[in-house]
């Protein structure tokens, strides 16, 4: 089994910064895609950003230039950098990914970590 483990979230204020991790409990070999989604309350759950096969970057209009998305494949993890946070990026932020781990393929979810801003 193959698990990923969020970390970074946090109570902010608004312009301020935060640094999501998730670490994958295995080796990724490959992906078709490792990211970030969010859920607001009473809302459906939405793509942040995410990394795609190849590199490909995607991410939501709501969030360009102000979320980087990154990897660090020697330690199996995505990070999200966000500035300028805005109390609309309340919410509980989910990593996900797709893709051949050492342990198979997988398409999984971590259980998530909440980012709350206030005003």
């Known amino acids: 089994q193959v698990n990923l483990v969020e970390s970074g979230g946090g109570l902010v204020q608004a312009g301020g910064s935060l640094r999501l991790s998730c670490e994958a409990s295995a080796v990724i070999y490959s992906i078709k895609a490792m990211g970030w989604y969010r859920q607001a309350l009473g809302k459906q759950r939405e793509l942040v950003a995410e990394?795609?096969?190849?590199?490909?970057?995607n991410s939501a209009v709501s969030v360009k230039g102000r979320f980087t998305i990154s990897r660090d494949d020697a330690e199996s993890t995505v990070s999200l950098q966000i500035f300028n946070l805005k109390p609309e990026d309340t919410a509980v932020y989910y990593c996900h990914l797709v893709g051949l781990t050492a342990r198979g393929n997988v398409d999984i979810w971590g259980q998530g970590t909440q980012v709350t801003v206030s005003s």
């Open positions: 990394i795609a096969e190849g590199g490909k970057t």
